[in-house]
């Protein structure tokens, strides 16, 4: 499904400027939800598939073609995804089942196999129905929340709930920001005259919405470049990733009001409906909000980018004063030189939790980035942490691209892995990562996950690896855009005949005749050493037991001064009752029975408890507390939180998305 909804603080972010104006604003956000589906019903209107390029069409593609600086040159290339639609149902009911367990289901027909009534059942633990857990998605530069549909969808199925956020930061090809009735802009008129100066791009701004392009560094357009000379925009970087976070709280908030059943609040405000630009005549109708209350676990979180969203998910892993939700994170071939360097975080914003970093074999070859993610597994000790390469992938190879034109990245980038089986070994990996470091939050799903034990290989530098089964491009213009293939023609047009002529080149070359490298599709840099995992999964229960035993120590010092307390003014009394006549103590003890009476009486009700004051609404307690509610933009903020999950398990059938 797809949201979008005025944000609760609407601000500017940085000072950078275009034509005088700052372009960082945050006033709405935008999302797409792709999460676990049940078959729509027969009651439901006829159910329809997202467009991939988003409307209106013929001006996002132009936005591509601006970002790839093929100004209507590009257009045609763009054609065949004018049609192309999200292997998603809008809409559809979220799923309340849990796949068979593959085992239980071998001796089955294979035709009986696939239907719905033996691929799925109800959850084992007596539950009405399961809890999924929550992925946070960033997008990459050139990104959109629709870009990595295989990726996130691939994961839904799988029993994942993942809120894909397109940024409004100047790093998307487009974007259309809409706006709601009476809407007042926010001051974006720069602090400085000056300001910090972008590319001379025009400030789209139309009635009831704006037009948000991708914003090139003034003097040095192509700073992402490993061999740009002007280096990294470092402002504008660290601006955007400030906007980006703050629009991922944002995003959190929105699955946080769905969550607590406040989802028709959600609907009521969303500018993707119709008389809205960009937006769909369905809106979000069809959606039985009741059916998302607390079906989703808020409170172990997985931050999971790309590129500059992996960046960005570093940045936001760091600060976990601010993100106490994220608990681990997912970093897809991370743009290093956009992230914030490790020396210039304080010990308080130190990386402290698990990552895997998954490599492109590509970007393995950038010297610099490569240095910059080692550093990064290095700073989040002592939580595991993995460095991995997919070989025969580029940058590009989690995104859609690779699926909407093989051929191109083929032939012009090399790539050598086959872009499907690219994108499952990038979610295969990931499902790993979360089956190993959350056990607990994957309980009820884990049984359907691939089974390749690709991080439990031995570990492999890239040094160490013979050059022979190397892709390194020979041009260091090359660096990170592409791969070599070496004797090409061959391994086009006699695969089987090169695949035996390179086995045998790799015999040769070792004396052994089996390196471990040689045979495997992702390589492995860093993983945890023996029981570093087990150590790390029983940190709760250990600093669970040294607060209890705190908590013991501090309740045996308040005991003892009490009884301290308590000796000295029983001296005191006695002290006092010597000079006291017998009538005068009898009337006190008298005075202190029926005190005592009238406590035991008032707590028997449950009005008041003994020594505490009333209730100043003089109504009675419920024993609730009630969460405290903001209300901004139209929408209420609460606060709840879920300990309890119980996902559900997955089976590639049940996957939609906005």
């Avoid at 085992?103 to 033996?118: T, W």
């Avoid at 039985?288 to 172990?300: A, Q, V």
């Avoid at 970093?331 to 130190?350: N, Q, V, Y």
């Avoid at 008032?602 to 405290?628: A, C, F, H, M, W």
Wanted: with cysteine; glycine share 8%; proline share 6%.
């Amino acid at each position: 499904m797809e949201i979008e909804v005025p944000v609760r603080e609407p601000r500017n972010f940085g000072n950078i400027t275009r034509h005088g104006r700052n372009i960082l604003v945050l006033e709405t956000v935008l999302v797409t939800i792709y999460y676990p589906a049940a078959h729509p019903s027969k009651e439901q209107k006829k159910t329809s598939r997202q467009l991939w390029l988003g409307r209106p069409r013929l001006s996002m593609a132009q936005g591509y073609c601006k970002f790839a600086s093929m100004p209507y040159v590009g257009l045609p290339l763009f054609a065949p995804t004018f049609f192309t639609k999200l292997p998603a149902w809008r809409n559809a009911p979220l799923s309340n089942s849990i796949p068979r367990r593959t085992e239980n289901d071998a001796n089955e027909p294979d035709k009986e196999r696939k239907s719905k009534k033996h691929r799925l059942k109800e959850p084992e633990d007596g539950q009405s129905k399961p809890v999924f857990p929550l992925i946070m998605f960033s997008h990459g530069l050139g990104g959109t929340r629709t870009m990595y549909s295989s990726l996130c969808g691939e994961l839904a199925s799988y029993g994942f709930i993942v809120c894909a956020t397109e940024h409004r930061d100047g790093s998307g090809p487009r974007s259309i920001i809409n706006h709601p009735e009476g809407f007042e802009h926010v001051d974006d008129k720069a602090k400085d005259a000056k300001g910090h100066e972008a590319d001379k791009g025009p400030l789209k701004r139309k009635n009831g919405y704006d037009v948000m392009d991708y914003v090139f560094p003034k003097d040095n357009p192509y700073d992402t470049a490993p061999g740009s000379e002007g280096g990294v925009d470092r402002q504008l970087r660290d601006d955007q990733i400030d906007l980006r976070m703050a629009e991922v709280e944002e995003a959190f908030h929105i699955v946080g009001l769905i969550n607590s059943g406040r989802g028709h609040e959600v609907a009521a405000n969303n500018l993707r409906r119709k008389g809205h630009r960009d937006a769909s005549s369905h809106g979000l109708e069809g959606i039985d909000w009741m059916r998302w209350t607390g079906g989703i676990n808020m409170t172990s979180v997985t931050a999971l980018g790309h590129s500059f969203g992996a960046a960005t998910t570093v940045e936001m892993l760091r600060h976990v004063d601010r993100f106490s939700y994220f608990k681990q994170g997912i970093i897809l071939d991370i743009w290093g030189a956009g992230a914030k360097p490790t020396e210039s975080e304080s010990m308080r914003h130190k990386l402290r939790m698990p990552i895997i970093a998954i490599n492109s074999e590509a970007f393995a070859y950038w010297p610099s980035n490569y240095s910059f993610v080692q550093k990064l597994t290095s700073e989040a000790n002592p939580a595991p942490t993995w460095l991995t390469t997919i070989r025969g992938t580029v940058h590009i190879s989690p995104s859609d691209f690779v699926m909407l034109y093989p051929h191109v990245c083929s032939f012009f980038l090399k790539t050598t892995v086959n872009p499907r089986r690219g994108i499952d070994l990038h979610v295969n990996m990931a499902l790993e990562f979360l089956k190993l470091i959350q056990p607990e939050l994957t309980a009820h799903i884990a049984h359907a996950f691939p089974k390749e034990d690709l991080l439990t290989g031995t570990a492999t530098q890239l040094d160490d690896i013979p050059e022979a089964q190397l892709h390194k491009p020979s041009k260091e213009k090359y660096t990170a855009a592409r791969l070599r293939i070496d004797h090409e023609w061959m391994w086009r047009l006699l695969p089987r005949l090169d695949k035996k002529l390179r086995a045998k080149k790799a015999e040769k070359d070792d004396e052994d005749g089996r390196f471990p490298a040689d045979a495997s599709e992702v390589w492995v840099h860093n993983k945890p050493d023996d029981g570093e995992i087990e150590k790390f999964l029983n940190r709760d229960k250990q600093a669970e037991k040294q607060e209890m035993e705190k908590e013991k120590e501090h309740t045996g010092t308040n005991q003892d001064k009490d009884a301290v307390a308590g000796a000295e003014d029983l001296e005191r009394n006695s002290t006092k009752g010597g000079y006291e006549d017998t009538d005068t103590k009898a009337t006190s003890a008298t005075d202190d029975s029926e005190k005592t009476k009238a406590d035991g009486a008032e707590d028997s009700r449950g009005v008041i408890q003994s020594g505490q004051p009333p209730p100043s609404n003089g109504k009675k307690e419920t024993g609730k507390e009630e969460l405290p509610r903001v209300q901004m933009a139209g929408l209420e903020k609460q606060h709840s939180a879920r300990s309890a999950i119980s996902p559900i398990k997955r089976r590639r059938d049940w996957l939609s998305s906005g």
